[in-house]
């Protein structure tokens, strides 16, 4: 293996001598030309940056290969810029040539030498160089409002010379945005309107609703823009909403003032150089209101149903009419009623009901009110205010209850206060057959009530025991005497101060005889009373006031018959009877003594507490006493918050020893 080593290395020494000696047969390298030299971008491109690119293709080609690749520059007026420059690195293009930053159309002279050091034939290129920005370009302004749908047109103003050396290629166009997508290039598919156009307009398209602001620039041949012009292209196809100010639900009694007002938010209401916006009423189809602007106002005061429309247009035109397609105008009711109802009693009174007072309202237009309405009473003849009674409102009619027990005697007369739905109101005091409207008072029979304690009606006043039962009694007559038979009467009975309850009341009915009666239950002194609350052809009727008066009941008893002189006290002890009262505590009790040949003495007072009891301790002393038969007695006085009469208990003996 180590042989075969030793025998390549020589090999290898041997063929490196024999290529480095010259021989005869060796070929001549060949020269190099530059074929199809393009400048990138185009040669007769003009370029917006001074530096340019260069690439062609070599002829012959590989495997002759290039030693250097030589260019020099040359001025716009053919004079040389600098030395040569000599690239030996790379040889198949010249990646960047730096030209002077003024504009102008510069050369470039180019060739690639052989290995063998020898040039090709040289060849010429153009680099046009502009970085001048043209003149601005104006957009002229885009008249008045546009329909949506419909294309836009913008007529531009040409860009004014001096025009740079790469002249104008045309104009940059963009909507609410911005015309070139670089700041300070435009490439040629940004050019939306080239300079060889035959007019001056480009179309913008369909646009949406709204204020679209467009902007322009002038571009010169190296795609340099200008500065940015704008104008503004104006769309709107929404008509005005219109709105009914002052406009009443229900009826209105007066002329109304109704108000409509046009709200835009485009191309507004407010007059200008591009259309004049109105706002306009219509009743019934016929116009009563018209105003160029936001706001028209109409007095509608008829008697009727108003039936209105109300609409505007806007500064483009648009109008909310209905018509071809447009939207629907406003609607609104305005209802007007500017007369009074027709306001009237009826002819006569019901002979079941005389109290009953009616009456009829009548309207053309809006209709009688079933809210308000009222009648009221005065003496015929009176002056005074007509006081209002109880009134039932209905639908075209008005029913009064006329409390005329409540009246003293004499004539009165009546007045109905009828109103309609738009608050119109009439009075009226004549029947639907032309009289007054009066009635005669008593209007019902009268009736008068006689009662008291018994049987039959006795005495209004009685002294009754504590705990008994009494007999209360009466009649029920017409003033004529006529017994007015299974009526009811209220007995009320009221208590004196300090009862529980404070009152009662019990309804009783008269028998064929017109009579009545019932037993009182046994309680405190109280008055009692009869009433009738009368009918539709009874008046009421009270009776006098009768007064019963209970006596009041006390217990005396002692603890001993006898008492020794000097010795154990006597306990005199007791309850006072408490039926129907609030609280016995606190009420005086008297205790009272007496001997043979004497009268009653007061020895001492005490209070009963809450359950009515009472006790008192007392000691014989005096020797006078001895063999006296003494009798002891509790009285109850008559006294503030005490519903009971004076009373008083059985004695009790006790002998003094």
Not at 168 to 189: I, K
Not at 247 to 259: D, I, K, N
């Given at each position: 293996?180590?042989?075969?080593?030793?025998?390549?290395?020589?090999?290898?020494?041997?063929?490196?001598?024999?290529?480095?000696?010259?021989?005869?047969?060796?070929?001549?390298?060949?020269?190099?030309?530059?074929?199809?030299?393009?400048?990138?971008?185009?040669e007769?491109t003009?370029?917006?940056?001074?530096?340019?690119?260069?690439?062609?293709?070599?002829?012959?080609?590989?495997?002759?290969?290039?030693?250097?690749?030589?260019?020099?520059?040359?001025?716009?007026q053919?004079?040389p810029i600098?030395?040569?420059?000599?690239?030996?690195?790379?040889?198949n293009?010249?990646?960047?040539?730096?030209?002077?930053p003024?504009?102008?159309a510069?050369?470039?002279?180019?060739?690639?030498?052989?290995?063998a050091?020898?040039?090709?034939?040289?060849?010429t290129a153009?680099?046009?160089?502009?970085?001048?920005?043209?003149?601005?370009?104006?957009?002229?302004?885009?008249?008045?409002?546009?329909?949506?749908?419909?294309?836009?047109?913008?007529?531009?103003?040409?860009?004014p010379?001096?025009y740079?050396?790469s002249?104008?290629?045309?104009?940059?166009?963009?909507?609410?945005?911005?015309?070139?997508a670089?700041?300070?290039?435009?490439?040629?598919?940004?050019?939306?309107?080239?300079?060889?156009?035959?007019?001056?307009e480009?179309?913008?398209?369909?646009?949406?609703?709204?204020?679209?602001?467009?902007?322009v620039?002038?571009?010169?041949?190296a795609?340099?823009?200008?500065?940015?012009?704008?104008?503004?292209v104006?769309v709107?196809?929404?008509?005005?909403?219109t709105?009914?100010?002052?406009?009443?639900?229900?009826?209105?009694?007066?002329?109304?003032?109704?108000?409509a007002v046009?709200?835009d938010?485009?191309?507004?209401m407010?007059?200008?150089q591009?259309?004049?916006?109105?706002?306009?009423?219509?009743d019934?189809?016929?116009q009563?209101?018209?105003?160029?602007?936001?706001?028209?106002?109409?007095?509608?005061?008829?008697?009727?149903?108003?039936?209105?429309?109300?609409?505007?247009?806007?500064v483009?035109g648009?109008?909310?009419?209905?018509?071809?397609?447009?939207?629907?105008?406003g609607?609104?009711?305005?209802?007007?009623?500017?007369?009074?109802?027709?306001?009237?009693?009826?002819?006569?009174?019901?002979?079941?009901?005389?109290e009953?007072?009616?009456?009829t309202?009548?309207?053309h237009?809006s209709?009688?009110?079933?809210?308000?309405g009222?009648?009221?009473v005065?003496?015929?003849?009176?002056?005074?205010?007509?006081a209002?009674?109880?009134?039932?409102?209905?639908?075209?009619?008005l029913?009064?209850?006329?409390?005329?027990?409540?009246?003293?005697?004499?004539?009165?007369?009546?007045?109905?206060?009828?109103?309609?739905?738009?608050?119109?109101?009439?009075?009226?005091?004549?029947?639907?057959?032309?009289?007054?409207?009066a009635?005669?008072?008593?209007l019902?029979?009268?009736?008068r009530?006689?009662?008291?304690?018994?049987?039959?009606?006795?005495?209004?006043q009685?002294?009754?025991?504590?705990?008994r039962?009494?007999?209360?009694?009466?009649?029920?007559?017409?003033?004529?005497?006529?017994?007015?038979?299974?009526a009811?009467v209220?007995?009320?009975?009221?208590?004196?101060?300090?009862?529980?309850?404070?009152?009662?009341?019990?309804?009783?009915?008269?028998s064929a005889?017109?009579?009545?009666?019932l037993?009182?239950?046994?309680?405190?002194s109280?008055?009692?009373?009869?009433?009738?609350?009368?009918?539709?052809?009874?008046?009421?009727?009270?009776?006098?006031?009768?007064?019963?008066?209970?006596?009041?009941?006390v217990?005396l008893?002692?603890?001993?018959?006898?008492?020794?002189?000097?010795?154990t006290?006597?306990?005199?002890?007791?309850?006072?009877?408490?039926?129907?009262?609030?609280?016995?505590?606190?009420?005086?009790v008297?205790l009272?003594?007496?001997?043979?040949?004497?009268?009653w003495?007061?020895f001492r007072t005490?209070?009963?507490n809450a359950?009515?009891?009472?006790?008192?301790?007392y000691?014989?002393?005096?020797?006078d006493?001895?063999?006296?038969?003494?009798?002891?007695?509790?009285?109850?006085?008559?006294?503030?918050?005490?519903?009971?009469?004076?009373?008083?208990?059985?004695?009790?003996?006790?002998?003094?020893?």
């Amino acid at each position: 293996m180590s042989g075969v080593r030793r025998e390549l290395a020589s090999f290898a020494v041997v063929l490196v001598a024999l290529c480095a000696l010259p021989t005869a047969a060796a070929a001549k390298e060949p020269l190099l030309r530059m074929n199809a030299v393009q400048v990138a971008g185009g040669e007769d491109t003009w370029h917006a940056e001074p530096a340019f690119r260069l690439d062609w293709t070599q002829e012959p080609g590989p495997p002759a290969m290039a030693a250097a690749v030589d260019y020099r520059l040359y001025d716009p007026q053919g004079n040389p810029i600098g030395k040569t420059i000599r690239n030996t690195e790379v040889v198949n293009a010249i990646g960047r040539i730096s030209i002077p930053p003024q504009p102008g159309a510069y050369s470039v002279e180019a060739w690639l030498e052989n290995l063998a050091g020898e040039p090709g034939p040289h060849v010429t290129a153009k680099l046009r160089f502009d970085d001048a920005a043209p003149s601005r370009a104006i957009p002229l302004p885009v008249p008045g409002w546009k329909a949506p749908g419909k294309p836009v047109s913008l007529t531009i103003d040409p860009a004014p010379a001096p025009y740079p050396l790469s002249g104008v290629r045309g104009y940059a166009v963009a909507v609410d945005g911005d015309p070139c997508a670089a700041p300070a290039w435009c490439s040629p598919e940004e050019i939306d309107l080239p300079t060889s156009a035959e007019t001056g307009e480009v179309s913008l398209g369909t646009l949406p609703e709204g204020i679209h602001v467009v902007r322009v620039a002038a571009v010169s041949g190296a795609g340099v823009p200008s500065s940015i012009e704008k104008t503004e292209v104006r769309v709107d196809g929404t008509a005005p909403v219109t709105a009914l100010e002052s406009v009443l639900a229900g009826w209105s009694r007066q002329p109304v003032q109704v108000t409509a007002v046009s709200q835009d938010e485009l191309s507004g209401m407010t007059r200008s150089q591009w259309g004049v916006p109105f706002t306009l009423i219509e009743d019934g189809g016929e116009q009563v209101a018209y105003a160029s602007g936001d706001r028209a106002t109409a007095l509608i005061g008829g008697n009727g149903v108003h039936e209105l429309s109300f609409y505007g247009r806007d500064v483009a035109g648009n109008v909310a009419d209905g018509q071809l397609g447009a939207p629907p105008p406003g609607r609104a009711v305005v209802r007007i009623d500017r007369e009074p109802p027709a306001v009237v009693f009826v002819a006569g009174q019901d002979p079941a009901e005389p109290e009953r007072i009616e009456a009829t309202v009548a309207d053309h237009h809006s209709g009688p009110s079933q809210w308000q309405g009222s009648i009221g009473v005065r003496q015929l003849g009176s002056e005074a205010e007509f006081a209002e009674l109880p009134t039932q409102v209905e639908t075209g009619r008005l029913v009064a209850h006329w409390d005329s027990d409540s009246y003293p005697p004499g004539a009165y007369e009546f007045r109905a206060t009828g109103y309609d739905l738009a608050g119109n109101s009439a009075a009226a005091r004549l029947r639907s057959d032309g009289r007054l409207m009066a009635l005669p008072n008593p209007l019902k029979t009268p009736i008068r009530i006689g009662s008291g304690f018994g049987a039959e009606p006795g005495p209004r006043q009685k002294l009754a025991p504590y705990g008994r039962w009494v007999r209360y009694s009466g009649r029920l007559r017409t003033v004529d005497g006529d017994p007015v038979s299974n009526a009811e009467v209220t007995v009320t009975e009221t208590f004196a101060a300090g009862s529980a309850p404070t009152t009662r009341t019990t309804l009783v009915h008269t028998s064929a005889d017109s009579s009545f009666s019932l037993r009182l239950p046994p309680g405190p002194s109280r008055e009692v009373s009869a009433s009738f609350g009368g009918t539709p052809l009874l008046t009421r009727a009270a009776g006098a006031r009768a007064r019963l008066e209970v006596r009041g009941a006390v217990r005396l008893r002692a603890s001993a018959a006898v008492a020794r002189i000097g010795g154990t006290p006597v306990v005199f002890s007791g309850r006072i009877g408490r039926l129907g009262v609030k609280s016995p505590a606190g009420k005086t009790v008297e205790l009272q003594f007496r001997y043979p040949g004497a009268g009653w003495s007061e020895f001492r007072t005490v209070e009963a507490n809450a359950a009515g009891r009472f006790r008192y301790a007392y000691r014989f002393s005096d020797d006078d006493s001895r063999g006296v038969r003494f009798q002891f007695r509790a009285v109850v006085p008559r006294q503030e918050g005490w519903p009971y009469d004076a009373g008083g208990s059985h004695p009790v003996i006790v002998t003094g020893r």
